[in-house]
């Protein structure tokens, strides 16, 4: 692990926020704050010395207008074919900025797996059941924080499924 500090204040306070009312104690102990971005996956990855895999992309998309949060392993990309087919929508788009920040409260690269300002449906791509803890923000671009995935599935308030884009 790279030099980061453990400090409470690390992450957003509306996720700290969150994470007490679900009753997760010892998590915002658990919250690492880098002097560098961690905006992408790659340099969180970095960041942290974990596999790219290992990290939990917290992805916005329009299924039908409706904003939709999909949970990706960092090194995948969304198939959104597959994400359009397990809605039963018609169209899926990424959502742009404006309508993150507007769903979730947070911006573009820093957006956690739950705790966000509105209520969306959640998928959560099974690839992230490959490793024993993932991370994920905490609310800003430069904090992550580490969980165990089916538990970070559960408290997003996920849906198993299987909208990874396959490699040819």
Not at 11 to 39: I, N, W, Y
Not at 56 to 65: E, M, N, P, Q, T
Not at 80 to 101: H, M, N, S
Not at 145 to 161: E, R
Request: aromatic fraction near 4%; charged fraction near 25%.
């Amino acid at each position: 692990m790279t030099a980061a500090a453990q400090e409470p204040t690390a992450a957003h306070p509306r996720f700290a926020e969150a994470v007490d009312k679900l009753g997760l104690d010892d998590l915002l102990s658990q919250v690492r704050r880098f002097p560098e971005a961690t905006r992408t996956a790659a340099e969180a990855a970095a960041a942290i010395g974990c596999d790219q895999s290992e990290i939990c992309k917290s992805l916005i998309f329009a299924a039908d207008g409706v904003p939709v949060l999909v949970l990706m392993d960092g090194a995948s990309r969304v198939d959104l074919d597959l994400v359009r087919q397990e809605l039963g929508a018609e169209k899926v788009t990424r959502a742009d900025a404006d309508v993150v920040r507007e769903t979730t409260g947070y911006a573009i690269g820093g957006v956690p797996p739950f705790g966000h300002r509105t209520k969306t449906r959640v998928l959560a791509d099974r690839s992230l059941l490959d490793h024993d803890i993932v991370w994920a923000a905490a609310g800003t671009p430069y904090s992550v924080f580490p969980m165990n995935p089916k538990t970070l599935v559960h408290h997003a308030g996920g849906t198993l499924a299987d909208v990874r884009e396959r490699r040819a």
